[in-house]
């Protein structure tokens, strides 16, 4: 079983949606949570950050966290099509990162 | 201010043959990671430097696969005896300290081996 288990899609939304990306996890020793954006051949790129349970927002992204779960979501409100990217969700414990396989996200005009 | 950059960007070489994959982070940053993105997949750890020493080593996976920070800056990702098996996408990213969450990752080199 992977440290951190995330579904790969595609996802295809309509412009304006709300989109959920989610992601579960096995090691409670996790204490970091993230959320990356990957544009094609690009190095990925920091959105958000927790260290909680509970929900920290940013503009129309909003990060939440359930440690009980071991499951963390991002929502994306009032999707753009320039939100198309794929998005990784990565955890935290000592020096190491741990990375989900990504979410591919297609927001259609 | 320059981002993380790498270089060569793309980078074709024969099974057997050794490689060097350079990263240029951000200038202050102390903190600096080597990746390994396969296709389909996130980014693997490998290593971690904190200055000029590999504080974690424990994600290269053999023997073949060294890091080199010798003046706290640059790093060099060592390849020897390369197989197709080591085609991904090598990611760098720096931060300003360990201990802070915000990575800052540079476009990486995609490695083919044939």
């Known amino acids: 079983q992977k440290e951190v288990e995330q579904d790969p899609g595609p996802l295809s939304v309509p412009e304006g949606a709300i989109v959920s990306l989610n992601c579960t996890y096995s090691?409670?020793?996790?204490?970091?949570f993230m959320w990356y954006r990957q544009y094609s051949r690009k190095g990925p790129e920091l959105l958000m950050y927790t260290y909680s349970s509970g929900n920290k927002e940013d503009g129309r992204f909003t990060a939440q966290v359930d440690k009980s779960s071991k499951y963390i979501s991002l929502f994306i409100r009032d999707s753009q099509p320039s939100d198309s990217a794929t998005y990784l969700c990565?955890?935290?414990?000592?020096?190491?990162?741990?990375f989900g396989t990504g979410t591919s996200l297609t927001v259609i005009p | 201010g320059a981002g993380v950059s790498q270089t060569p960007s793309n980078k074709v070489t024969e099974k057997g043959k050794y490689v060097e994959l350079r990263c240029d982070p951000i200038s202050g940053h102390t903190a600096l990671y080597w990746y390994r993105q396969s296709l389909g997949q996130g980014p693997e750890f490998l290593i971690y430097?904190?200055?000029?020493?590999?504080?974690?080593d424990s994600g290269l996976p053999n023997d073949r696969f060294f890091a080199v920070r010798p003046e706290g800056s640059v790093s060099t990702l060592k390849i020897q005896r390369t197989e197709r098996g080591d085609s991904a996408v090598y990611l760098c990213?720096?931060?300003?300290?360990?201990?802070?969450?915000?990575?800052?990752f540079g476009p990486g080199t995609r490695l083919l081996v044939l």
């Open positions: 430097f904190q200055g000029t020493g590999a504080a974690d």
């Open positions: 090691n409670s020793a996790f204490q970091y």
């Open positions: 990213a720096s931060s300003l300290g360990g201990g802070v969450e915000t990575q800052y």
């Open positions: 990565a955890m935290r414990t000592g020096n190491q990162f741990y």
